[in-house]
């Protein structure tokens, strides 16, 4: 029973931890986005070629991640 416990204690700690640090990584990039758009005093485009790029990007690294447990 106890090692059910460590084992759900680790997976939740895991999963807060990613939560918090995926928050902060869309935050800054959404910062850094409109920083960006402003400086160049442009309307905010995003083409469908870039925004698939940014897609496919986004699952290689999850994939990554994902591959660091074993």
Not at 13 to 21: E, H, N, T
């Amino acid at each position: 029973m106890e090692e059910e416990s460590t084992e759900l204690d680790w997976r939740v700690k895991a999963l807060i931890v990613g939560g918090i640090v995926g928050a902060i990584a869309g935050v800054g990039a959404a910062y850094l986005y409109i920083r960006n758009i402003e400086e160049a005093g442009q309307e905010p485009k995003l083409a469908t070629k870039d925004a698939m790029t940014i897609g496919f990007s986004l699952v290689s690294l999850i994939k990554q991640i994902g591959n660091l447990g074993g």
